[in-house]
């Protein structure tokens, strides 16, 4: 048994960190006062520093999460290996960080935070029990990532407290698995978020057995969807299969939501009844579009959804169609 291995560090200066060896386990860690009354200490955590690397190391089993970095600049994490334990590398009041070449089978979100800007996320492998990206941002790029479920590694408050508790995964094939979304928005009132999350694109990525697309739910139900709305988000050059349910776009009514797909291939397990499930959407672009699964309009909308803007759309009928039903995210 390794022995739990945690760095944290915190500077109010200029400064460097490089972390280059391995930190082979956590040993998924156990606080019954923790998160979620079961979570322990973070992998790695970070505050206040600028200029920092993280290269070329495996965290496995972190009791919380692999990464946590907060009110950070000028980052790069670069060929990482997370296995198990929670979010992979979570980070929030960041700007202009790199993440590449890295590999991440979590049973949490793979990428997570908010208030962040200028982020680059480019040629990762996410294996996930629940979103590729939970993350809100300013200027953020995704590309080249294959993002997949279900997940080698449950979420861990789905195992039973004993195998929380000892720090077990659980039988073969325990606890839940299945991917969530390849992206998630997340905001939150735990911040003072500085600007208006949005210019988000994703481009040139492969999704496979993701239950959403895309997960945007400003109704005001969802506790980590609020503060700042989504201004605006693209994808291009998008996969994905095995998806199970509609895109959710539900926008702010003061500050609608531009959503924009262009050569992207959905490709729905369960019949659909429309493509975006959308409110308060000002600009909805769908460019060399196509959809299997699903039996009706590319949008429908529970109040403030703009005629779409459509070029070579295919597998469902180009039109937004009104809701005669109260708005919920899941199908009707």
């Not at 496995?60 to 670069?78: I, M, P, T, Y």
């Not at 492998?125 to 997940?151: D, I, Y």
């Not at 509609?246 to 729905?268: I, T, V």
């Not at 009844?273 to 309009?297: F, K, M």
């Amino acid at each position: 048994m390794y022995s739990v291995v945690r760095l944290f560090y915190h500077g109010r200066h200029r400064n460097a960190l490089r972390a280059a060896t391995g930190f082979p386990c956590a040993c998924d860690s156990y606080d019954p006062i923790g998160e979620e009354h079961f979570r322990g200490v973070h992998g790695i955590s970070v505050h206040d520093s600028t200029n920092c690397v993280f290269s070329g190391y495996t965290i496995r089993n972190a009791g919380n999460w692999a990464h946590n970095v907060w009110r950070c600049a000028d980052l790069k994490f670069e060929r990482l290996t997370i296995l198990g334990g929670h979010d992979g590398i979570h980070f929030s009041i960041c700007d202009r960080v790199g993440i590449s070449d890295c590999t991440m089978n979590t049973g949490d979100d793979c990428v997570a935070g908010f208030d962040n800007e200028d982020v680059t996320v480019r040629g990762c492998s996410f294996n996930t029990a629940c979103s590729a990206f939970r993350f809100g941002g300013r200027r953020v790029l995704v590309e080249k990532c294959r993002c997949w479920g279900p997940a080698e590694y449950p979420i861990r408050n789905s195992l039973p407290k004993a195998d929380r508790v000892s720090g077990s995964h659980g039988k073969p094939g325990a606890g839940r698995r299945a991917m969530l979304a390849l992206f998630t928005y997340y905001s939150d009132f735990t911040i003072n978020v500085r600007h208006d999350p949005g210019e988000i694109t994703v481009r040139d990525c492969v999704v496979e057995n993701a239950q959403r697309f895309l997960h945007y739910n400003f109704s005001g139900n969802e506790t980590w969807q609020k503060n700042r709305p989504l201004r605006s988000i693209r994808f291009e050059g998008v996969t994905a299969t095995g998806l199970v349910l509609s895109l959710c776009a539900y926008g702010d009514k003061c500050a609608p939501l531009s959503l924009a797909l262009k050569n992207c291939r959905l490709s729905f397990k369960k019949p659909q009844t429309e493509l975006v499930r959308a409110a308060h959407v000002e600009s909805l672009s769908l460019e060399d579009v196509s959809a299997e699964g699903v039996a009706g309009p590319c949008a429908r909308s529970w109040g403030g959804v703009a005629e779409p803007s459509v070029r070579n759309l295919s597998g469902v009928e180009p039109k937004v169609v009104d809701a005669d039903v109260p708005f919920r995210v899941n199908p009707i």
